[in-house]
């Protein structure tokens, strides 16, 4: 009968994909970029395998997000850490985290569309985020991803 395919390591071509985020919504930019990741854009994409390609984002600093009129999200949505230590909860507002780190902003947005576990955290690591125009990348000959 038929046989399933599993890619084995070796069979597994990673490209170098780049995107710029000047103008993209910071969900829907965050969709591709995981589903690029993941390689759910190949057609032999299997669950349980890493088959996904790097990813740079250029200008993380320019991403948009979506609000009412009468709240910005840049003000009402918060990112919360924990020291570990009693009372040692920070919060940063967006619109404080885009200023002082736009980079965190992307990466924690698309962390939040993988999956939670040793997989998830190896995908991540093909993600480089950069503020500005300029990226380290250009000897890997990234295309632009549409």
């Given at each position: 009968m038929f046989k399933t395919y599993y890619p084995k390591a070796s069979e597994i071509e990673r490209k170098?994909?780049?995107?710029?985020?000047?103008?993209?919504?910071?969900?829907?930019?965050?969709?591709?970029?995981?589903?690029?990741?993941?390689?759910?854009?190949?057609?032999?994409?299997?669950?349980?395998?890493?088959?996904?390609?790097?990813?740079?984002?250029?200008?993380?600093?320019?991403?948009?997000?979506?609000?009412?009129?009468?709240t910005s999200k840049l003000d009402s949505k918060m990112y919360h850490r924990h020291s570990g230590y009693p009372g040692g909860l920070k919060s940063s507002s967006l619109r404080e985290l885009l200023a002082k780190n736009p980079e965190q902003v992307i990466r924690t947005a698309v962390w939040g569309m993988l999956p939670h576990n040793r997989m998830g955290r190896a995908v991540l690591k093909r993600l480089r985020v950069y503020p500005g125009m300029d990226h380290p990348h250009e000897a890997q000959d990234p295309v632009t991803l549409e």
């Open positions: 170098w994909y780049v995107v710029d985020a000047n103008g993209h919504n910071l969900g829907r930019l965050a969709t591709q970029v995981a589903a690029v990741l993941l390689g759910k854009h190949k057609p032999t994409f299997t669950p349980g395998v890493d088959m996904g390609d790097n990813v740079i984002v250029i200008n993380s600093k320019l991403v948009n997000v979506t609000g009412t009129r009468t």
